[in-house]
């Protein structure tokens, strides 16, 4: 079993950067493909990011990319989610995932493990 911690979330501005932490618990996360979740009120939960076991290759929704990274660092059993020129459509609880296998993964049900979830506010 493991258990995940997200934190870092708050209420920011429009064009504002603020940096997820996603902490494991219980075993190593350093096999685990890893995954950034989010779901604003009244939608679905949406894929952001995903990242291998190494941290070699990583991937984004369209939506996302080119102002968000994903990253990780085994030795801290901890994912990052480092967001940049945020916008109000990017508020919404954002969720880290562990999925078993080592390999970038983006549905939602191939995820075992999941966390509590931080609230991301940005303010137009």
């Known amino acids: 079993q493991v258990q995940l911690a997200e934190s870092g979330g708050g209420l920011v501005q429009a064009g504002d950067s603020l940096r997820l932490s996603c902490t494991g618990s219980?075993?190593?996360?350093?096999?685990?493909?890893m995954a950034w979740f989010r779901q604003a009120p009244g939608k679905e939960r949406e894929f952001v990011a995903t990242i291998n076991w190494s941290g070699g290759m990583t991937d984004y929704a369209y939506s996302v990319r080119g102002r968000f990274t994903i990253s990780r660092d085994n030795a801290k059993n901890t994912v990052y989610l480092q967001m940049s020129k945020l916008k109000p459509e990017d508020t919404a609880v954002y969720y880290c995932?562990?999925?078993?296998?080592?390999?970038?993964?983006?549905?939602?049900?191939?995820?075992?493990?999941w966390g509590q979830g931080t609230q991301v506010t940005v303010a137009s």
């Open positions: 219980g075993r190593t996360l350093s096999m685990d493909g």
């Open positions: 995932a562990a999925s078993r296998t080592g390999t970038l993964t983006y549905n939602s049900g191939q995820f075992a493990y």
